[in-house]
């Protein structure tokens, strides 16, 4: 059973820093695309940033470049997304998807196969 589990989530001010963790399980995790997205109320789920794990590229939405960063531990199945200088509008639900297959178009849509439940970030002002 594949599963993704999302933690590292909090409350921090603006100008703080979170980094979230994305512990997978039940596939080749050596073989996946994995992404980190968000949500918030009443809009759709927004691709923040992706990482092939098999060859290491790495993906990230314009408003992520610069501030985010995205890792991966393959020894433990796991994918990081370090954020750096939060602001209130990254206030949001953040979820990491697993993908087998992604066409490097599609790294940042919210198309993968397999999601976690996600975990809160809250940045305020």
């Known amino acids: 059973e594949i599963q993704l589990v999302e933690s590292g989530g909090g409350l921090v001010q603006a100008g703080g820093s979170l980094r979230l963790s994305c512990k997978t399980s039940g596939f080749p995790f050596n073989t996946y695309y994995i992404g980190w997205f968000r949500q918030v109320p009443n809009q759709k789920r927004e691709g923040v940033s992706g990482?092939?794990?098999?060859?290491?590229?790495?993906f990230y939405s314009d408003f992520a470049k610069g501030r985010f960063t995205i890792s991966s531990d393959n020894a433990k199945s796991t994918v990081y997304l370090q954020m750096n200088n939060l602001k209130p509008e990254d206030t949001a639900v953040y979820y990491c998807?697993?993908?087998?297959?992604?066409?490097?178009?599609?790294?940042?849509?919210?198309?993968?196969?397999?999601w976690g439940r996600g975990t809160q970030v809250t940045v305020s002002s």
């Open positions: 998807g697993a993908d087998s297959d992604l066409d490097d178009d599609y790294i940042l849509q919210a198309v993968y196969d397999d």
């Open positions: 990482i092939s794990i098999r060859d290491g590229r790495t």
